[in-house]
């Protein structure tokens, strides 16, 4: 059930990641801090559909 899901730069909101996860076990939207090239620091990537 793992599930492909696509991390967004909540500053500029380029999608950088992509990762995948078991939506039962983590049904939550996930955030985490990863490195924008855009940006060209760490910032807030936010999970998106
Ligand atoms: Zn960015």
Redesign the pocket.
Known sequence: MQEVITFE??????R?YTSTKNKKKNPDKLELKKF?K??KKH?SHKEIK
């Open positions: 730069c909540t500053a500029c909101k380029n950088n924008c855009f940006c910032t």
